[in-house]
């Protein structure tokens, strides 16, 4: 079966500082992975989405950016934090094709002091 | 542009009654919609979906959800709640980014309060 991880689970960082969260897929090859962020525990905004090694494209401008070392790997970093930052990211991946569920990771909650 | 309204920040019900937890959808083409659950400080699990066939549909622990193309909701259901259903509920949608990825647009989430 497929597991999706994300670390680290928390994370305090102060403004200015660099970021970097890791999410990885197990189980499955060449899946869609997406990175979500979560304001105020409410609704979720795609920040970046992958189709391959590689392939990053961006939904939304901001000060983050991410990357896909390997096939299963996707990583959101940061430079410079800024307080606006803060929040819980999510990694989800699916598998392509049909119209089909994402299934998310466990998540990282950000703050930036 | 797509979007996915819940009219409802929380929904109160006593445990054992049944429960509806409200979608309203904007798409343009099929609708691809999705609900998820989400416990605090957790990720999201994916309850049901529909993308074609029978309005009604059946997912994890019980839920269902009614698909209304007239009505464009997809409301949320269970014949008898639990208090551990308690937890934020989203409703969502699919947009096409390509062929073959698509994201996910959510509504602002309800937070379902099952007492007992």
């Known amino acids: 079966s497929q597991t999706i991880h994300q670390w680290p689970a928390t994370l305090v960082q102060p403004v200015g500082s660099p970021l970097s969260l890791e999410c990885t897929v197990e189980?499955?090859?060449?899946?869609?992975l997406y990175w979500y962020r979560q304001a105020a525990g409410r609704g979720l905004q795609l920040l970046f989405y992958s189709v391959g090694i590689g392939q990053i494209s961006s939904e939304v401008p901001q000060n983050l950016s991410a990357s896909r070392p390997q096939d299963r790997q996707f990583i959101l970093s940061s430079k410079k934090l800024l307080l606006s930052d803060s929040g819980f990211y999510l990694c989800a991946w699916d598998g392509g094709g049909t119209p089909t569920e994402q299934y998310f990771g466990p998540g990282t909650r950000l703050t930036v002091t | 542009a797509q979007s996915v309204a819940q009219p409802e920040d929380q929904v109160n019900v006593a445990e054992g009654n049944p429960l509806t937890v409200k979608c309203t959808y904007s798409?343009?083409?099929?609708?691809?919609l999705f609900w998820y659950v989400q416990y605090p400080n957790r990720g999201l699990q994916f309850l049901l979906k529909y993308i074609t066939g029978d309005n009604l549909v059946k997912g994890s622990y019980g839920f269902e959800a009614e698909f209304n193309k007239s009505q464009t909701s997809f409301h949320l259901k269970k014949p008898s709640a639990l208090v551990s259903d308690s937890a934020l509920y989203f409703c969502a949608v699919r947009a096409a980014l390509s062929s073959n990825t698509g994201k996910l647009i959510f509504g602002q989430g309800t937070t379902l309060q099952v007492k007992p």
């Open positions: 189980g499955t090859s060449n899946p869609n």
């Open positions: 798409v343009s083409g099929n609708p691809y």
